[in-house]
């Protein structure tokens, strides 16, 4: 790199911004040791300084993400999820600590050897028995369980936070899974806020296509008659979706 040259902007550098999409990092941290530290699970807390050293914590869902995904799996009385894209477990162990004894995730993921370094955290918390993990790129998976009829409308809920570049192609599929009335969260809508930027030359090519990507969703998604939806400006942007019945589209 040439003396005087800007950086290129990676997904690194969004990750290591400790302010989020508030852009302040005392804002940020009230938030955190207000409301979202303090009630926190011991395993959780403890899952989290685990990956904090693992070469790939920037993938970690954001611990803010936590109280609000645990409510919503509450106030839909859900049992039976799905989650694509696991990594160490942070918000598949939010799932399983939220669902009731008899509840089940199916979770996908390509990479078990990351989800083996949360699994002890769930055995502690006695939640193992709720997981399916399922080591496999997730598309295949989802075509399978479409092929039983009893699968469809089944789920109550689904979180995703895996390759950006199939996003669309999961919602789809998602759709069929997931029951009217339940919810599909979408983790990094708002990309470290670059979807806003008109400006990528200071984007190394990886964030470029990916912003592409994300914005090209988040239209999709505005668009959808068939879910009502909510983007918030929650960890790297959360957008939440809620399947609607034909009765409700008119």
């Known amino acids: 790199m040439e003396a005087g040259t800007p950086k290129k902007l990676t997904v690194f550098d969004l990750s290591a911004n400790e302010s989020g999409l508030l852009q302040s990092k005392e804002l940020n941290q009230y938030i955190l040791k207000t409301s979202v530290y303090p009630n926190e699970a011991e395993v959780l807390k ?20 936590g109280p609000l995904m645990s409510m919503l799996l509450k106030l839909v009385n ?34 078990r050897g990351a989800f083996e370094l949360g699994l002890p955290l769930f055995k502690k918390a006695g939640v193992d028995h709720k997981v ?8 295949p998976v989802l075509d399978k369980l479409l092929e ?11 979180f995703v936070d895996a390759d950006k570049e199939n996003y669309i192609q999961y919602h789809e599929k998602l759709l069929k899974l997931v029951k009217v009335g339940g919810l599909i969260l979408y983790d ?3 990309w470290g806020g670059t979807v806003v930027w008109e400006d990528d030359s200071s984007m190394d090519e990886f964030m ?6 994300i914005v090209d969703f988040n239209k999709k998604l505005a668009s959808d008659s068939r879910i009502q939806i909510t983007q918030l400006p929650v960890g790297d942007g959360l957008t939440i979706c809620m399947r609607l019945g034909l009765s409700v589209l008119g």
Request: aromatic share 6%; charged share 30%; glycine share 8%.
């Open 78 to 111: 859900a049992k039976k999820t799905i989650e694509i894209g696991v990594y160490t477990g942070y918000s598949l162990l939010v799932t399983a600590l939220s669902l009731p004894h008899d509840g089940k995730i199916i979770a996908i993921d390509k990479d």
């Open 46 to 65: 403890e899952l989290r300084e685990i990956t904090a050293s693992h070469p790939g914590s920037s993938m970690l869902c954001g611990a803010v993400e």
């Open 208 to 213: 470029k296509k990916i912003k592409d990507v």
């Open 148 to 158: 039983d009829p009893k699968n469809e409308g089944s789920f109550d809920y689904a």
């Open 188 to 190: 990094d809508t708002l």
């Open 132 to 139: 399916e993990f399922i080591e496999s790129i997730a598309l």
